[in-house]
């Protein structure tokens, strides 16, 4: 379970603490940091309104997951992650869609257990009626050092 809450978490990563460059759309970065405060809070209903209906997650161990795969992790006891920054931020954004990603150290507790991991991830955002949804997410462990 650690694995694939980590994985999870971190797939969803937004941006409360990156610097946003001027071709970021107002409303996808307030979506992004709507979009951090509730994986932080295991907020289900803005997990919810946040993440597409066809929501596609490949994890840091390969497995492809869905959108309410990803929510009932967010929401499985013992499992709760700290506030994050996001390193090294990767943002290209176009009219209806965006790849947000980076780097991560990820400290949090799953199964009750502590846990501190570093990944590295990319979110595919889309801008659908109006909204805009994450839709894809990919995540992986980068090599060490």
């Not at 803005?46 to 997951?65: C, F, H, I, M, P």
């Not at 959108?67 to 943002?91: C, H, N, Q, R």
Request: hydrophobic share 45%; aromatic share 10%.
């Amino acid at each position: 379970m650690f694995h694939k809450c980590v994985a999870v978490v971190v797939a969803c990563v937004a941006w409360a603490a990156a610097s946003f460059g001027a071709e970021i759309p107002a409303d996808l970065r307030k979506a992004v940091e709507d979009y951090d405060h509730a994986q932080v809070k295991a907020d289900a209903a803005e997990l919810r309104r946040l993440v597409a209906e066809d929501y596609v997650l490949v994890n840091s161990t390969g497995k492809v997951q869905n959108k309410s795969e990803l929510i009932a992790d967010y929401l499985a006891p013992g499992y709760k992650i700290e506030p994050f920054t996001v390193l090294e931020p990767v943002e290209k954004a176009w009219s209806d869609g965006a790849v947000m990603g980076g780097l991560v150290h990820l400290k949090g507790t799953s199964e009750g257990k502590p846990f501190a991991v570093t990944l590295r991830f990319a979110d595919v955002w889309a801008k659908r009626g109006g909204k805009w949804q994450v839709v894809y997410s990919h995540v992986s462990v980068p090599p060490k050092s």
